[in-house]
């Protein structure tokens, strides 16, 4: 069916398109068109682009105003705040320059149009008129890089002392996650040790893995600084939490890291979306395989005291699958038992 | 500006014009050394793809705007790739995205667009008999249409082509355990860009040593049109960028097929670990992207220069700033091999890598606005034709605009961290670059087809054409940019499991109802074209009333371009509109001395120089009948 309609159409479509061809030039044979150097459609043409000016600056000015809410996502961490300035100041500048330039590209088109008594005038250079063209671009955009370079050094500098760490590890097609417990230091890894009960390829014989525990989803403090640290067990992924404005690869061999203070918590954010079902959501960024679009993990931000008790109460690996712990020194042992 | 140059060529095609060449169709169509020729061997295969690449395109476009839709009726064509619903398989879907990208940036935008109107133009614009090197010119276009067949090949194996993303980052491009495109698909498209390095490298030599050596009496450097300024460069960048994609190649064939690991480390995958250790993923970009960002100009600089002419010719009046024109061309050619990593801000690499990459970037938007000035400022108080061409070219002028400015976001590390790989780019780049390059490429086509054809295309269908295709392309692209700054992110299968991505399907279908329609615009050209190539009206022999040198050639220029000596160029080819003169051109062969009343004081006084020029030269042409 879908095909016979398809036909049905192309069928049509060429037969409109030879007709209003035919007729034409046609026409055009008659008018003796082809003769002059501009034609009517000269007009007609000069004409649509300020058509398409009026047109298409009114549908731009009218979606953005109109939807603004729904592309803006609400941003939940400090350095976000910062970025989505610097990306406003950027959309206000360029928007300046892209409403200039175009006006002016589709209006002198109308106003200059072809006249037979008329002479373009020669205008082939002017040095000062070049120099300034040259100058000012630079200059707006020294300031915009600037402030830009100053953002980037602050959100990549290193992560604070006190940071919540957090291990994010990519793989096809999940994210997987582990806590450094008490100690709040990461256990040594190995992906050779990588097995069925051991994803992340924690090695056991380091006392720092002792009280790792994996989580399903991502819980952090609200206010607090949070150091992602990132990795990848098989191909390239990219942590992406929109919210947060946070975007990091994970690299298989050479572990990555983010750092960021979240600013509303979970139930805050509902609050303000409206949406008693909201969550902050990492995705993956960096094509990875079939599974791609579906990488999805949940983080929770919630209260600083609600996140202590919440930690207090995870289990470790070891705890959770003592059989991880075999051949390992026994007051090693006991710490993890603590 | 010395009118004096070098009259070597002189003896070099005296035995030329002699003998007729009789071509049989194999040496004429096939295996022909004729630039004309293989220049239109470029666009036709050109073209091919260029509905290939688009039609995947619609194909994922289907998927992504209307993902409850059953494709059932693609069947015969797509056979194991749709499910027993009839919905795309999502591996299925990345190999498309890969091919689109693949098909378009380097056979369509590299090969149609700098093959065919280096190849066609540049002998002819400077004035010369053919490239450098006919052969190795022929070389050129043979290699790139075996690699053609290579990659078409692989659209049709079972595993299906390469499915990593046109930059096929390893390690998922290197191992089949991850993406099954990475067996055989994977291979297949390595040849298959080898090859066309190969072509590209051949045809750049050819196009530089063409450009510098054989260019006419008189055309000396800051004679040049801009569009041969624009391929000369354009030769220079891909000769210069392009090996290094072949190291990045062939180092990613050892750690597919030899066991080493350039690029893979520290890997546990399908319940194995693999033994590579101290690789890093990171150097490949890097690599890629080394070639990767200065394709971006390879791409868009011949578009570039295509409408400098067109505009300056349609407009009658010359380029505002040739100078500056060209500065900023050298500038952008120089500028674009170290601005590569700004499309790694967030890949992990060294932060403060990040800051230099993010000024050097951003100094690269100086010479592109003052491209964008300029164009804009030779509009203004012109007497503007609107041919089909000058529609594209100002067409191109708004994707400049509207694809650059959002460059200054991206190129912005901190602001690239939220936007990095969402459909902000994806809109981004298929503006400036994508569709930029391609209206540019459509310009070309619809200025040089009587020259290439010796008959006009339709001006009316050429109009029908370019609002369709100038609206649609806005209607495809625009959207994007909400969609991309609500952060939704490239190369998705489908949005609907995330919560943050999961509105806009309505703008989604829209966006894909638009391509369907610019997709089915561009058979109104492809009639147009190849109607016109038989049928359409008898060209005159300067349709267009230019100044340049291709012009003066005759009607269906034979093997060898002008029937007797080649032509002198006394001017450059802007002089358009002089005052005093009473045609509004004047084209590079008339001289100075033959148009007292519109010289301008400085070139009153080369009047002299080339007046002794010409004397010279005379006495040496009656020395040389007297010798016969």
Not at chain 1, 157 to 175: D, K, T, Y
Request: aromatic share 16%; charged share 15%; proline share 5%.
């Amino acid at each position: 069916m879908y095909g016979f309609l398809i036909a049905v159409g192309v069928l049509l479509l060429l037969s409109i398109i030879w007709m209003v061809y035919r007729i034409q030039s046609l026409v055009s044979v008659v008018k003796g068109s082809n003769k002059k150097i501009a034609t009517g459609s000269n007009k007609v043409n000069a004409i649509l682009f300020v058509l398409f000016l009026l047109g298409t600056g009114f549908l731009m000015f009218w979606y953005s105003i109109k939807e603004f809410d729904n592309y803006e996502l609400p941003v939940a961490s400090e350095h976000g705040v910062v970025t989505d300035g610097l990306f406003w100041v950027t959309m206000a500048v360029t928007g300046v320059v892209f409403l200039i330039t175009h006006v002016l590209l589709f209006i002198f088109p109308y106003k200059y149009q072809y006249k037979e008594d008329r002479k373009a005038t020669f205008y082939p250079d002017n040095n000062k008129l070049e120099i300034i063209w040259t100058l000012v671009p630079g200059v707006v955009l020294a300031g915009l890089v600037i402030t830009g370079w100053m953002a980037w050094s602050d959100i990549t500098a290193p992560a604070p002392e006190n940071a919540h760490v957090v291990e994010i590890m990519g793989s096809q097609f999940q994210w997987d996650i582990r806590y450094p417990g008490k100690d709040n230091v990461l256990g040594d890894y190995d992906y050779r040790l990588t097995s069925a009960t051991n994803a992340h390829g924690v090695d056991f014989t380091d006392k720092n893995a002792m009280d790792d525990f994996p989580s399903p989803v991502v819980v952090i403090p609200k206010g607090e600084p949070v150091l992602f640290k990132i990795r990848a067990r098989d191909v390239l992924h990219s942590v992406f939490a929109p919210h947060m404005r946070l975007k990091m690869d994970a690299v298989p061999g050479m572990p990555t890291r983010f750092w960021f203070v979240p600013t509303k918590t979970t139930a805050e954010m509902r609050e303000e979306t409206g949406n008693p079902e909201f969550e902050y959501e990492i995705a993956c960024t960096e094509i990875c395989g079939r599974g791609h679009f579906s990488m999805r993990k949940i983080i929770q931000v919630v209260e600083p005291e609600e996140y202590q008790k919440w930690f207090a109460e995870q289990r470790s690996f070891i705890q959770m699958n003592p059989s991880l712990a075999e051949g390992i020194p026994a007051e090693a042992k006991e710490l993890a038992e603590n | 500006m010395s009118t004096a140059s070098v009259a070597s060529h002189e003896t070099a095609h005296d035995d030329h014009h002699d003998h007729e060449h009789h071509d049989n169709f194999v040496t004429k169509y096939i295996f022909t050394t004729d630039h004309k020729m293989i220049g239109k061997q470029f666009l036709v295969t050109g073209i091919f793809w260029a509905l290939i690449g688009g039609f995947l395109s619609i194909l994922f476009r289907l998927q992504l705007g209307f993902p409850d839709m059953s494709l059932e009726f693609l069947r015969p064509l797509l056979g194991g790739w749709l499910d027993e619903a009839g919905k795309l398989d999502p591996t299925f879907y990345l190999a498309l995205v890969t091919m689109h990208g693949t098909i378009m940036v380097f056979f369509v935008l590299t090969a149609g667009l700098s093959g065919t109107f280096s190849n066609f133009l540049i002998p002819l614009q400077i004035g010369a008999r053919d490239m450098a090197s006919g052969f190795m010119n022929m070389l050129s276009y043979w290699f790139f249409f075996a690699s053609g067949v290579v990659m078409f090949i692989s659209l049709f194996i079972p595993t299906g082509p390469a499915g990593g993303g046109w930059v096929v980052y390893p390690p998922l491009s290197a191992l089949e355990q991850a993406i099954p495109g990475s067996g055989l698909g994977m291979t297949l498209w390595l040849v298959a860009m080898t090859l066309f390095i190969a072509s590209s490298l051949l045809g750049g030599i050819n196009y530089i040593t063409t450009v510098i050596n054989l260019r006419t009496k008189g055309m000396s450097f800051s004679r040049l049109p801009l569009t041969i300024w624009a391929f000369f460069l354009t030769a220079v960048i891909g000769l210069l960028s392009f090996p290094v994609l072949v190291a990045a190649a062939l180092l990613l064939i050892f750690d597919r097929s030899f066991g080493t690991s350039f690029y893979l480390s520290d890997i546990y995958i399908n319940g194995e670990a693999l033994p590579n250790t101290g690789g890093s993923p990171v150097l490949y970009q890097h690599l890629f992207w080394f070639l990767g960002h200065p394709e971006v100009y390879i791409v868009l600089l011949p578009a570039l220069g295509i409408t400098s002419e067109v505009i300056a010719t349609n407009s009658r009046k010359p380029i505002f700033g040739y100078k500056a024109m060209i500065i900023s061309m050298l500038g952008i050619t120089i500028l674009s091999f170290i601005v590569w990593a700004h499309h790694m801000f967030v890949s992990g690499m060294n932060p403060f890598l990040g800051s230099i990459f993010m000024f050097l970037t951003l100094i690269i938007a100086v010479p592109s606005a003052v491209k964008v000035f300029n164009y804009l400022t030779t509009l203004w108080r012109g007497n503007l034709i609107f041919t089909p061409a000058m529609l594209f070219s100002i067409g191109l002028v708004s994707f400049f605009i509207s694809g650059g400015l959002t460059g200054i976001f991206l190129g912005n590390s901190a602001i690239d961290i939220q936007l990095h790989d969402t459909y902000f780019v994806v809109a981004h780049f298929h503006l400036v670059m994508g569709s930029a390059s391609f209206f540019g490429l459509l310009a070309g086509v619809y200025h040089w087809f009587p020259k290439m054809f010796g008959r006009m295309m339709d001006e009316k269908l050429g109009y029908i054409h370019f609002w369709l295709t100038f609206v649609g392309v806005y209607m495809v692209f625009f959207p994007m940019h909400y969609i991309g700054i609500a952060g939704f992110p490239r190369r998705y299968y489908s949005w609907t499991n995330f919560e943050f991505a999961n509105m806009y399907t309505d703008l989604n279908m829209f966006v894909s109802a638009a391509a369907i329609i610019t997709f089915a615009a561009q058979f109104i050209f492809l009639f147009n074209f190849f109607y016109s190539m038989y049928r359409g009206r008898k060209a005159t022999l300067n349709p267009w009333r230019s100044n340049t040198l291709e012009w003066t050639t005759p009607l269906h220029p034979g093997h060898g371009n002008w029937p007797g000596e080649i032509p002198t160029v006394y001017r450059w080819p802007y002089d358009y509109s002089k005052p005093g003169a009473e045609e509004d051109f004047i084209p590079q062969t008339v001289p100075l001395s033959a148009t007292p009343e519109s010289n301008l004081p400085h070139e009153q006084e080369q009047v002299k120089l080339e007046m002794e020029i010409m004397k010279e030269e005379e006495e040496v042409l009656v020395a040389n009948e007297s010798k016969h």
